[in-house]
């Protein structure tokens, strides 16, 4: 039979000490001193940690093909090759100073879970895919699932991506080019791949929160993921010298930045829902001297919600406030540029139905649960029936060196991702 | 007679065109675009404005030397040479994307006097001496007047600099040495010069502020210069993802910043003095990234004023905010450092009355006046009878691109030097 051996699958020992050396040595590949990762897209080092994944897919045995901008897709074909496949995947890109299991458990678990399949001797009836997708993190460009949001389809980031720069002024597409990728005359809308290409897409992700650990529990199945919104403000004034301007003559940008920080959270405070959150994480100030005024200060914003509607108004509020700022400090805002404003996105049904029986066959207990943090999956959902499957870690702990996730939760997971492409794949 | 011929000096058509030349030229020794400039302690355009300099003191026929850390020297011999020196100076360093006048026009106007001087047939009793200090900006290693500090002594600064590290974590004395100072087991404290080296010293220099061109009055002649402090602060909170850490769990060092920067502010206005002023110039979050909770802010705080009393309840304020900040946002407030918090100067009474008698001789209205900015006159203050002259500059403005001086006023500014100097160095 095609169907998997649940018994020899739950029983199995999966390889978890290669999965977590793979793990540790992926972390390596950083431009940060250990704990600390940092893995910024198309660096050398994101390149040589593409190289590793490409390796690691042609161990496991798949078919590796990359697509313009770098997305990766390692495949499996199953005995019905002309049947819409079953995806799987995550990212491998890390924000500055950030951990090692963010997104690399998605994409290094994927491939391990198709080697715990062939072990068991599951042959897939639709082809399996594993994906490791380019830049989720908006670290380099500010674009956030750069690589599943192409794979989507958007014209108008195809559009903006010609005029995109890193904040040393390289433009995207030198950037791809230094790695590999993106060609000249390389039309950007071959990535996108139509609806009907996945008959279903999961990722397996740690949780990034308290909830799983807190409660025991080791499987969580994703019904939603939060919508994003990011926003850029600048302030412009007159800058000037920090011992001659007298305070009356001043219109100080990073007063007008730092008051803007703090109204924002307020007005995430304000919606009265613990699910609101928002975040400046880059304040910058130009010239950056101790003895001179700033004279431009640069904002950005990130707020979510499972709500829309509660997180628009945050994003309305945040505007307002900045509209007010600048004419009261007399500064100019010079920018308030709405960088993405997503929509949440939900599970599909049977891909949940699929993800909690194999929980239940593996004896795991799990949460349905929403995802605050946003994912590869948020956009997969726009072409794919979509799934996620969360895993404990380390006090919720994520995007900072202390990140972590247990072996056995790492087990778990991958057993978990490994069933459900097993019934996705006959079904 | 060795008395300078007043009525040629005042007549004399000083180089105006020349010495615009120069200020050109010098600015484009610089790491920013024009019309900004930006040139940092030993760096290759530092290094190279530094051989401009010598070039130009060589050219006006004075003797060059040069200390361990790069105080340049010109040296127009006395015909009492065994006499105390007339010492007159500024700096040429520019913090990031500032102007080019701020101290540049006390560098090349003293060697312009020196010009003037030597046409008029002047013949110095005593030595004239002009110095270009070693960053008077505290750009690069976070201390202000550096040369004039060791040239007045301080055993402390000695030390602290075998442990001082730029952003770049270039030490001081690698960094020196790449510029071809400060050799091995070199030693710091010959930069010192006793007091009596100067009979007195004078410092030309844009006004920074706006009373002089608001009035109409062509020169400025400074009285005491305002007490600076600056203060480096550090605040840890636990960082996260911006998506996944919930409000009532973050302890972000950002916002702790934000509050804090509001908080000088206050304080400043608190005063009830327009004398008092305080930046926050530098709020630098780390690791940097929209979706990530800052873990770390650092924020450099500059406030000053013509009353030490009054500066220093300030700073006393600062430090209660920062550790009620700190508590109420469950931050760690990892460091409070006074980088600096030096007493105000008092200009030399007989200085003062040279200034003032070659102004009317010059038929040069002028007004008593305080300077709110620091300059190394602060520190050779110390070790000299100490005056300064300033000059008019566009709305005041300092510390950017569109600093300022007309030329009318560069030469009434270099007229006042040079009488002045010939008075001190007869007397
Ligand atoms: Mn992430
Ligand atoms: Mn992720
Ligand atoms: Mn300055
Ligand atoms: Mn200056």
Chains 1, 2 share one sequence.
């Not at 002309?82 to 995806?87: H, I, K, R, T």
């Not at 924000?95 to 062939?118: Q, R, T, W």
């Amino acid at each position: 039979s095609s169907e998997p051996n649940h018994d020899s699958l739950s029983s199995l020992t999966l390889d978890t000490q290669s999965l977590q050396n793979q793990i540790d040595e992926l972390a390596t590949f950083s431009d940060s001193p250990p704990p600390s990762v940092t893995r910024v897209l198309y660096t050398d080092k994101d390149v040589a940690a593409r190289r590793y994944i490409k390796n690691l897919m042609g161990l496991a045995g798949l078919s590796v093909r990359e697509d313009t901008i770098g997305n990766i897709f390692g495949r499996w074909d199953g005995y019905e090759p002309e049947l819409a496949a079953v995806g799987t995947g995550s990212h491998i890109d890390a924000i500055p100073y950030s951990g090692k299991y963010d997104g690399v458990v998605g994409v290094l678990g994927a491939i391990e879970a198709i080697n715990v399949l062939k072990k068991a001797g599951f042959k897939p009836k639709r082809s399996l895919e594993v994906i490791m997708f380019t830049s989720e993190e908006p670290t380099r460009f500010g674009i956030s699932c750069l690589g599943s949001r192409l794979i989507a389809g958007s014209d108008t980031l195809e559009k903006a991506l010609k005029n995109t720069y890193d904040s040393q002024n390289v433009s995207f597409s030198d950037a791809a080019k230094s790695a590999g990728y993106v060609r000249d005359n390389d039309d950007l809308s071959g990535v996108l791949l139509k609806y009907g290409t996945y008959s279903g897409f999961v990722e397996l992700h740690i949780e990034q929160g308290p909830i799983l650990e807190a409660e025991g529990i080791p499987i969580g199945i994703v019904t939603a993921i939060a919508a994003p919104a990011s926003i850029k403000v600048d302030f412009e004034g007159e800058g000037g010298h920090a011992g001659a301007a007298l305070m009356p003559n001043r219109n100080d940008a990073g007063l007008a930045a730092a008051e803007l920080a703090l109204a924002l959270e307020r007005h995430v405070l304000e919606s009265g829902s613990i699910d609101t959150v928002g975040t400046v994480g880059i304040l910058d100030l130009h010239p950056r001297a101790v003895n001179s005024i700033p004279s431009k200060a640069h904002v950005e914003i990130d707020t979510r919600d499972i709500n829309e509607t509660r997180r628009n108004i945050v994003v309305e509020k945040i505007h307002q406030s900045a509209v007010e700022i600048a004419k009261k400090r007399k500064v100019r805002l010079s920018g308030f540029e709405i960088v993405n404003q997503d929509p949440p996105a939900l599970a599909d049904k049977k891909v949940i139905e699929a993800m909690e029986a194999s929980s239940r066959e593996l004896n795991l207990d799990y949460k349905l649960m929403v995802s605050r943090a946003y994912h590869d999956s948020l956009f997969m959902a726009r072409v794919s029936p979509m799934g996620m499957i969360f895993i404990p870690c380390y006090k919720g702990y994520s995007h900072k060196p202390e990140e972590y996730a247990a072996p056995k939760d790492l087990a778990n997971g991958v057993k978990v991702l490994a069933l459900t492409l097993a019934k996705l794949s006959v079904s």
